[in-house]
C-alpha cells in the first residue's frame, strides 16, 4: 500500500541503477524492480523503498518477562508490536506467517509512530517493544517510533537475530534501552542449519557494540534445539562469550525447543538438557542463566549470587520482586544489573 511505501534510510547507488541496502548485515546489492532478501525492501527506479513503513501484522500488550527480558522493568508491561518479512530463514521460526512473505501482504493495519506510542501510553504500558519479527524489517518505522518514545519517557526494546549493521545500530542507538538477541549456536555450520547465513558473527561485534557504545541493556537467548545446538561445544562457545564480551551479569535464556515449522519432526527439549546448559552457563562464570518455556521450573527465578537469597519470583508471567532495591540485592547489595529506569543518553 502507498502509505506504507518510504525511500529507506540506509543505502547507496550503485551502477546500472542498481543500489546496496545497508540495514542488515546482508548488505543486498539490489537489481532495478527486485526485493532484498528480507522482501519487504525493493530497488524502483534505482532507490531502495521500505515497502512496509508501519504496517502491524500484530499488536499486544504483554508482560516484559515474555520478551524474554529478566533484568529490564520487571513485572511491567510493553506494547509490542510485529511487522512483516525477515532476513533469516529459520527451521523453527515460530513466526513463520509473519516472517515469510513476498512483499507486503493484503490485510496489514496501519499504525503510525505518533499512534503506537499513543497505544502505549493509553494500555498504560511503561514501554514498547518491536518484535515477533525482525524489527530491522521496519528499521526507519522503529526509528521514528523510538526517538517519539524517548520523547515520551518510555522504554525501548528491540527483540531481535541481532543481524543489523553497526551503522543501522548506530542510528538508533541513543534512541534504544534493550537489546534482547538471540545467539542460535556458536559455530558457522549451525547458523546456516538453522537460519541459512553463514557470516554470523557480526552479530556479535553489533550486541558487544550496542552495550559498550549504547549503554543498552543486553539480555541474550538461545533456543535448544535437540541435535541441533544442544552439544557442549555450541552452548561453552555462547557462554564463554557473553562472560568475557558482554561481562557475568548479563543474563542468558536457555529456553524449550516446540517442535514447529520446517522442525516439527524433532521432540521437544528435555528438562534435563536445559538444566545441563545451565550448568554449562554457571561453570563459564554467568551469574544468571534462566530456563525458558518450562513454566514452573525454578530456573526462572533470579537468586543473589552473593547471599543465596530470592529476588524475583517468577511462576509463567507472574513476577514478585521480593529483593531488589534499585539494580542491588535489597540483602546484601549485590549489583544484580537489574534495569528499572531510563538512561539519558546523547543522540
Ligand atoms: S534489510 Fe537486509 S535483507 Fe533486507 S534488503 Fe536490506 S540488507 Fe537485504
Given at each position: 500500500?502507498?502509505?506504507?511505501?518510504?525511500?529507506?534510510?540506509?543505502?547507496?547507488?550503485?551502477?546500472?541503477?542498481?543500489?546496496?541496502?545497508?540495514?542488515?548485515?546482508?548488505?543486498?546489492?539490489?537489481?532495478?524492480?527486485?526485493?532484498?532478501?528480507?522482501k519487504?525492501?525493493?530497488?524502483?527506479?534505482?532507490?531502495?523503498?521500505?515497502?512496509?513503513?508501519?504496517?502491524?501484522?500484530?499488536?499486544?500488550?504483554?508482560?516484559?518477562?515474555?520478551?524474554?527480558?529478566?533484568?529490564?522493568?520487571?513485572?511491567?508491561?510493553?506494547?509490542?508490536?510485529?511487522?512483516?518479512?525477515?532476513?533469516?530463514?529459520?527451521?523453527?521460526?515460530?513466526?513463520?506467517?509473519?516472517?515469510?512473505?513476498?512483499?507486503?501482504?493484503?490485510?496489514s493495519?496501519?499504525?503510525?509512530?505518533?499512534?503506537?506510542?499513543?497505544?502505549?501510553?493509553?494500555?498504560?504500558?511503561?514501554?514498547?517493544?518491536?518484535?515477533?519479527?525482525?524489527?530491522?524489517?521496519?528499521?526507519?518505522?522503529?526509528?521514528?517510533s523510538?526517538?517519539?518514545?524517548?520523547?515520551?519517557?518510555?522504554?525501548?526494546?528491540?527483540?531481535?537475530?541481532?543481524?543489523?549493521?553497526?551503522?543501522?545500530?548506530?542510528?538508533?542507538?541513543?534512541?534504544?534501552?534493550?537489546?534482547?538477541?538471540?545467539?542460535?549456536?556458536?559455530s558457522d555450520?549451525?547458523y546456516?542449519?538453522?537460519?541459512?547465513?553463514?557470516?554470523?558473527?557480526?552479530?556479535?561485534?553489533?550486541?558487544?557494540?550496542?552495550?559498550?557504545?549504547?549503554?543498552m541493556?543486553?539480555?541474550?537467548?538461545?533456543?535448544?534445539?535437540?541435535?541441533?545446538n544442544?552439544?557442549?561445544?555450541?552452548?561453552?562457545?555462547?557462554?564463554?562469550?557473553?562472560?568475557?564480551?558482554?561481562?557475568?551479569?548479563?543474563p542468558?535464556?536457555?529456553?524449550?525447543?516446540?517442535?514447529?515449522?520446517?522442525?516439527?519432526?524433532?521432540?521437544?527439549?528435555?528438562?534435563?538438557?536445559l538444566?545441563?546448559?545451565?550448568d554449562?552457563?554457571?561453570?563459564?562464570?554467568?551469574?544468571?542463566?534462566?530456563?525458558?518455556?518450562?513454566?514452573?521450573?525454578?530456573?526462572?527465578?533470579?537468586?543473589?549470587?552473593?547471599?543465596?537469597?530470592?529476588?524475583?519470583?517468577?511462576?509463567?508471567?507472574?513476577?514478585?520482586?521480593l529483593?531488589?532495591?534499585?539494580?542491588?540485592?535489597?540483602?546484601?547489595?549485590?549489583?544484580?544489573?537489574?534495569?528499572?529506569?531510563?538512561?539519558?543518553?546523547?543522540?
Open positions: 500500500m502507498k502509505q506504507n511505501m518510504r525511500e529507506a534510510m540506509l543505502y547507496e547507488k550503485l551502477p546500472d541503477s542498481r543500489v546496496r541496502c545497508h540495514v542488515c548485515q546482508w548488505q543486498c546489492a539490489i537489481a532495478p524492480d527486485k526485493l532484498g532478501v528480507c519487504v525492501r525493493q530497488n524502483r527506479e534505482g532507490k531502495l523503498y521500505t515497502l512496509n513503513y508501519a504496517a502491524v501484522s500484530s499488536a499486544a500488550v504483554d508482560p516484559i518477562e515474555k520478551k524474554p527480558l529478566f533484568h529490564f522493568f520487571p513485572g511491567s508491561q510493553v506494547f509490542s508490536l510485529g511487522g512483516w518479512g525477515c532476513n533469516f530463514h529459520c527451521q523453527d521460526c515460530q513466526n513463520w506467517q509473519i516472517a515469510c512473505v513476498d512483499g507486503l501482504p493484503s490485510g493495519q496501519t499504525i503510525l509512530p505518533e499512534a503506537a506510542i499513543e497505544a502505549t501510553r493509553s494500555h498504560h504500558c511503561a514501554g514498547i517493544a518491536w518484535t515477533y519479527n525482525e524489527p530491522a524489517m521496519w528499521f526507519e518505522y522503529t526509528l521514528d523510538a526517538r517519539l518514545a524517548r520523547q515520551n519517557k518510555l522504554y525501548t526494546v528491540y527483540v531481535t537475530n541481532g543481524f543489523l549493521t553497526a551503522e543501522a545500530l548506530d542510528l538508533i542507538g541513543p534512541f534504544l534501552d534493550a537489546w534482547r538477541v538471540d545467539i542460535k549456536g556458536f555450520d549451525i546456516r542449519k538453522l537460519a541459512k547465513v553463514s557470516k554470523w558473527r557480526g552479530i556479535l561485534d553489533v550486541a558487544k557494540r550496542a552495550k559498550e557504545k549504547w549503554g541493556h543486553v539480555e541474550v537467548v538461545t533456543n535448544i534445539i535437540p541435535t541441533m544442544d552439544d557442549e561445544e555450541q552452548l561453552k562457545g555462547i557462554a564463554d562469550w557473553i562472560r568475557n564480551e558482554l561481562g557475568e551479569l548479563t542468558w535464556h536457555v529456553t524449550r525447543f516446540h517442535p514447529h515449522h520446517l522442525m516439527s519432526h524433532l521432540p521437544p527439549t528435555p528438562t534435563s538438557t538444566e545441563r546448559a545451565m554449562i552457563g554457571h561453570k563459564a562464570g554467568l551469574r544468571f542463566v534462566y530456563a525458558g518455556n518450562i513454566p514452573g521450573h525454578p530456573g526462572e527465578n533470579t537468586a543473589c549470587y552473593s547471599c543465596g537469597n530470592l529476588i524475583i519470583r517468577r511462576q509463567g508471567y507472574q513476577t514478585e520482586l529483593g531488589l532495591k534499585d539494580s542491588h540485592c535489597k540483602f546484601c547489595g549485590a549489583d544484580l544489573n537489574i534495569r528499572t529506569s531510563i538512561i539519558e543518553r546523547c543522540d
